[in-house]
């Protein structure tokens, strides 16, 4: 099984500043097998970045995937106030399909 | 517009059983893998089995292997999860999902507790 361990746990910033997030994978994950899910309390997840640097339909342009092999980042360029929430890296490469433990992004 | 609707989740004894229904619609949907995750309160998410387009191939977390199966009918667009033998720590809001690479669309999610 793929763990993926997300770095840090909570992140306390400002509206407008940078947020950058981590995602390392135990082993290996090809790049077209990771995601990133944001998730506002009482809501399901929503897709934000598939193939770790490709944003989903509608994602606004200062969401950014980057990394390969083991080392993944989430980078919000600067925080709007409904981006903070808790987000997830995922990885589909193989069964079972593992989730990090989250990220929580909360205003500072 | 492609949405899924999953329910039946309610309160049931441990050692019981349920099963899980996901309603989908505005897309073609025996042409998608389909899965159920779940979130156990305060909890991170985990997946927990998936499904092949036609139905042939099913695919499960070892936490719920032999207790728990998936299946799908595609003329009625549904998605199922037959849940059995459950346990307190299945206790979760459990949301169907498209698509596993990736999970593209949720569900609202369906709470289970499973609590005597």
């Known amino acids: 099984e793929i763990v993926l361990t997300q770095s840090p746990g909570t992140l306390s910033l400002s509206p407008g500043e940078r947020a950058t997030l981590s995602c390392r994978a135990s082993?290996?994950?090809?790049?077209?097998?990771l995601a990133w899910y944001q998730q506002v309390p009482g809501q399901p997840p929503r897709l934000l970045i598939h193939?770790?640097?490709s944003r989903a339909t509608g994602i606004p342009d200062r969401f950014s995937g980057s990394g390969s092999g083991t080392d993944f980042t989430l980078t919000i360029s600067r925080l709007e106030p409904e981006d903070f929430a808790v987000y997830y890296c995922?990885?589909?490469?193989?069964?079972?399909?593992?989730f990090g433990q989250g990220t929580k992004l909360e205003i500072k | 517009e492609v949405q899924l609707l999953d329910s039946g989740g309610d309160l049931v004894q441990p050692g019981g059983s349920l099963r899980l229904s996901c309603a989908a619609s505005?897309?073609?949907?025996?042409?998608?893998?389909m899965s159920w995750v779940r979130q156990a309160p305060g909890k991170g998410l985990e997946w927990v089995s998936g499904?092949?387009?036609?139905?042939?191939?099913?695919y499960y977390a070892d936490s719920v292997k032999d207790r728990f199966t998936i299946s799908r009918d595609n003329s009625k667009n549904t998605l199922y999860l037959q849940m059995n033998s459950l346990r307190a720590d299945d206790s979760a809001v459990y949301y169907c999902?498209?698509?596993?690479?990736?999970?593209?669309?949720w569900g609202p999610g369906t709470l289970v507790t499973v609590s005597s």
């Open positions: 082993q290996s994950v090809p790049n077209t097998y």
């Open positions: 999902a498209r698509k596993p690479r990736p999970f593209d669309y």
């Open positions: 499904i092949s387009g036609s139905g042939g191939t099913t």
């Open positions: 193939g770790a640097s």
């Open positions: 505005g897309f073609t949907f025996g042409s998608y893998a």
């Open positions: 995922q990885q589909s490469g193989s069964s079972p399909y593992t």
